[in-house]
């Protein structure tokens, strides 16, 4: 081997590298959705041409005419020889997400985002049906195979059991979908808001409208479809503004397991 300085790694990407794009996220989650919906409803086939046709049209903007590229940071065009960055490789390679919001602003997120959804849901059984125990009795009948054979005036009176289910219900999926909102957000940088608020509720609200048949017909009949959009994207509005500013933190996802227990190394490597 000759002793002359380390040859410099020629890379295609000197000044920048690609723009980070979730194109294809929507593009492969559309196109899945496109065959389960020819074996669940047409709506699920439906949803999934929109999503797809979206994520192949950011993807194809951010390549074409010309692919959009990140400016690298000052002196980075300076690259290592080949050995140095083969060893950096491994840890330095970008996993998502890379970071996240607090699961506390998750489940803040998620109540409050519940509330809202609630006093939609409320607004609509007084508005429509003279009731506001019949949104809350449909919601416990998702769990209660009893509630199917009641009547309308039956399901739009108070019913303590019911009741203490449907906020169980509604409690632990108001938790759950606010924390999903902290990992899947900081994915979405530029327009978290039109994520959460928007196309989240479109794509529950198509899922439910073609499974809600089978998982339950018999409440089907009862459901105001125009409504449920109006409560979902209520909760998600809602839930996406008060997890979306909170600050991010970085995952773990990248860490070393020492680095992951808080563990310690000497200078010299031992341990």
Partial sequence: MSGGPPERLEMPYLRGIPLPTSGPLWAGFGVTMVFAGLVTHWMVSLVGAVSAVAGFLAWGLACFPEESLEELPKGSEAIDAAP?????SNAERLVLPAEMHPYGS????????????????????????????????LLAGVFLPSVDAEDVQTLKTFQGGVFAIAC??????????????????????????????????????????????????????????????????????????VVSRSRRIRTMVNWSVTERLGLERSEGGGR
Wanted: proline letters at 6%.
């Fill in 84 to 88: 140095q960055l083969a060893r950096k």
């Fill in 106 to 137: 998750g489940v803040r997120g998620g109540l409050i985002g519940g509330v809202a959804m609630a006093v939609a849901a409320v607004a609509w059984g007084v508005l429509r049906e003279g009731s506001v125990w019949l949104p809350i009795n």
């Fill in 168 to 241: 169980g219900i509604h409690l632990v999926a108001s938790v759950f979908i606010g924390l999903l909102y902290t990992v899947t957000l900081p994915m979405m940088p530029r327009r978290p808001l039109l994520m959460g608020g928007v196309l989240g509720p479109v794509l529950w609200t198509g899922i439910l409208y073609a499974t809600v048949g089978v998982v339950n017909p018999a409440l089907e009949r009862f459901i105001s479809w125009p409504w449920f959009f109006v409560s979902q994207v209520a909760f998600g509005l809602v839930c996406g503004v």
